[in-house]
């Protein structure tokens, strides 16, 4: 056999076998494609495996946390982390609440009836120490806060005092075992159990609250103690802030008030004139029973009704003879002029209302606006009524002063037109009860 005859059976080989060879071929071929993409797979797989495997067993750490957690806490610990939060709540809203308000009124209420809601208190006082280390009841809730409102308490007096001058807070469970405090007490409100804390500012305590006695069945405990602490604390900032303010009001009111009466000392029949219808005005509104806040702003009034006049020349103003129509138009402005002043001072506002309408007539036939009745405020009816008694009681150039009793008849006569008939009355009998007030 030659090698031609081995290539030939070769070739036939090869072609009767081609079939077989290609058949081969491709399952080598898909062999090799499967364990390429079975490597990739294997490892995708394996990755979520491993990642289950890690999400499980951290979901089983939790739990295992969850339950230790659980276990640690029991009842009254999740009451107190409960407790933490209400109480960090309610100095929260109260520093929020009473920061921005210069009102201390509106403030010392403010404070009181959440205090009462929060402790569940059955009778709450503030007290503050203004300018002194004397202290007054501010506000109160849960009694009477009138029958001790004259209630004066020097430091180290009563248990208010005793908290003043200690700067602690007390803690009482039974006040009747406490026969120091006992004797010490002055403050007929007190319950039998109270926390008693200082009022605290960065320099001084500036009050105390008393928190009396409360409406659950849970005596007042050292953390209540703690929260009442941080109250006075909070209550403390506020009210220096409050009380800075307040003395600011009184530089500017003292300063207004000093140019009124340069201004009445401008005319020595008028010197005291401001002062005198001050005087009246206050003893009328205390008469008629108004508040106090409608006292203030009816003396702050009365104290600047003729502010307005400062823009009058002397020659005008202190004329002996009867004003012409002109110089009478110039002094019938000093209403206006007396509320451009003192309106843009926001503490002087609403008495800046009855300097406005101080000339008004009850008849509508007053000025500068002409309203009649009860459209003219009843402060600035209170004061024309002070002011005519005032101007027909002293000296004028062109005649003198009245007697108390002509110018009683004179009111009375006005209760027709110029004055409010009612204001008269409770005038007179003012004048009646206390005559030295003249
Ligand atoms: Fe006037």
């Known amino acids: 056999m030659n090698v031609y005859q081995i290539f030939q059976i070769i070739q036939g080989f090869l072609v009767n076998q081609w079939g077989i060879f290609v058949f081969l071929l491709g399952l080598f ?32 750490e939790l739990l295992v946390k969850l339950k230790e957690l659980g276990n640690s806490l029991n009842k009254s610990e999740l009451e107190e982390k409960l407790w933490h939060q209400e109480e960090t709540e309610f100095i929260f809203k109260l520093q929020e609440n009473i920061s921005l308000e210069f009102d201390r009124k509106i403030v010392s209420r403010y404070i009181v009836d959440g205090v009462g809601k929060f402790f569940n208190a059955k009778k709450v006082a503030l007290l503050l120490a203004d300018n002194s280390d004397e202290l007054r009841i501010e506000q109160t809730s849960g009694f009477d806060s009138e029958k001790v409102r004259e209630l004066v308490l ?3 007096e009563s248990i208010s005092g005793f908290v003043l001058a200690r700067k602690e807070p007390i803690k009482v469970d039974d006040l009747k075992s406490e026969p120091y405090l006992l004797k010490k007490n002055k403050e ?9 804390v200082p009022i605290l500012s960065r320099h001084r305590v500036l009050g105390v609250i008393n928190i009396c006695g409360r409406n659950i069945d849970k005596t007042f405990s050292k953390k209540d103690v703690a929260l009442a602490s941080s109250v006075g604390r909070v209550c403390g900032i506020a009210f220096e802030g409050i009380f800075l303010y307040d003395r600011l009001e009184d530089s500017y009111l003292k300063m207004i008030t000093a140019l009124a009466q340069a201004l009445d000392a401008r005319d020595s029949y008028t010197k005291r004139h401001s002062e005198n219808v001050t005087r009246y005005s206050s003893a009328i509104a205390k008469e008629m029973k108004l508040s106090l806040h409608q006292q203030e702003v009816l003396v702050r009034a009365a104290l600047l009704h003729d502010l307005g006049k400062i823009g009058i020349s002397d020659a005008v103003l202190l004329k002996p003879g009867k004003l012409t129509a002109e110089e009478f138009a110039q002094i019938k402005e000093h209403p206006l002029k007396g509320y451009e002043i003192v309106q843009s001072l926001s503490f002087l506002k609403e ?36 002011d005519s008694f005032d101007a027909m009681t002293t000296d004028r150039p062109y005649r003198p002063a009245m ?7 004179e ?14 009355d409770c005038f007179i009998k003012v004048l009646k009860n206390n005559p030295a007030i003249v």
């Open 29 to 60: 071929i898909g062999f090799i494609i499967y364990r390429i993409k079975a490597k990739f797979v294997f490892k995708a797989y394996s990755s979520i495996v491993e990642k289950t495997k890690i999400q499980d067993r951290e979901n089983k």
């Open 154 to 156: 020097k430091k180290g």
């Open 188 to 196: 007929s409100y007190f319950t039998n159990e109270f926390i008693s």
């Open 351 to 386: 008495s800046a209302n009855l300097i406005l309408h101080h000339h008004e007539r009850f008849d509508g036939k007053g000025y500068p606006q002409g309203i009649k009745g009860i459209e003219i405020e009843l402060g600035a009816r209170i004061l024309a009524v002070a």
């Open 403 to 409: 007697s108390v009793d002509q110018a009683v008849s």
């Open 411 to 424: 009111l009375i006569k006005s209760k027709a037109n110029q004055l409010d008939p009612e204001i008269v």
